[in-house]
């Protein structure tokens, strides 16, 4: 019934920037991490960053020093910095938050393409 909106995506030029939201349509219990995944055509679904409810991050190896994850619990809202973006970049992302006692949710989905 809660409902992940995933929005910031866009067109930019390489070594642009962007920043993406993501926001619950209400309370999730039991929250593990939430995150972004990311899916280009003819690609699979890579995670990108994740945070969990211990401030910890991980990214991939592609992003680091380019990309910040970070949330706002008051807000039920996660937020993905992406600076420096470079076209591979190019893909669909995915808001995800992992809940210990319902699984994965998912966001729709907001473009970012990449490109001069």
């Known amino acids: 019934q809660v409902q992940l909106v995933d929005s910031g995506g866009g067109l930019v030029q390489p070594g642009g920037s962007l920043r993406l939201f993501c926001a619950a349509s209400?309370?999730?219990?039991?929250?593990?991490?939430m995150g972004w995944y990311r899916q280009a055509p003819g690609k699979q679904r890579d995670l990108v960053a994740a945070i969990t409810g211990a401030d910890s991050t991980n990214y991939a190896d592609s992003v680091k020093g380019r990309f910040t994850i970070s949330r706002d619990n008051a807000k039920n809202t996660v937020y993905l910095q992406m600076n420096s973006l470079k076209p591979e970049d190019t893909a669909v992302y995915y808001c995800?938050?992992?809940?210990?006692?319902?699984?994965?949710?998912w966001g729709q989905g907001t473009q970012v393409t990449v490109s001069s």
């Open positions: 209400g309370r999730i219990f039991g929250i593990r991490s």
């Open positions: 995800n938050v992992r809940s210990r006692v319902d699984g994965d949710r």
